[in-house]
Nanobody, 122 residues
């Protein structure tokens, strides 16, 4: 499964950006989609995640500012980021897990996108 992320860029503090990530391949079902980020010198951390049923989970640092959503028909996840802060600057990665068609059966998959840079200036 390939994940194609887009929507990063440079924005001033207080501004907004919307990230998108589309999954493609022999997908049977995408159970989980999420966004992680990694700032220079820091470990990759979970930003937000969403299940196929719509249950969401957010990092405390982004609660109230970021909103994750998904279009199950398009196997696409979005991250609306508002009130951005300089500390949100990082490379953002999308992640997905589920099942794919493999021959006459199914197998689990887990994939990462290529990362998109988000830079927030003060």
């Amino acid at each position: 499964v390939q994940l194609q992320a887009s929507g990063g860029g440079l924005v001033q503090a207080g501004g907004s950006l919307r990230l998108s990530c589309a999954a493609s391949g022999s997908i049977f079902r995408v159970n989980y989609m999420g966004w992680y980020r990694q700032a220079p010198g820091k470990q990759r951390e979970l930003v937000a995640a969403i299940t196929s049923g719509g249950s969401t989970n957010y990092s405390d640092s982004v609660k109230g500012r970021f909103t994750i959503s998904r279009d199950n028909a398009k196997n696409t996840v979005y991250l609306q980021m508002n009130s951005l802060k300089p500390e949100d600057t990082a490379v953002y990665y999308c992640n997905a897990g589920g099942t794919v068609v493999a021959g006459t059966g199914l197998r689990d998959f887990g994939s990462w996108g290529q990362g998109t840079q988000v830079t927030v200036s003060s």
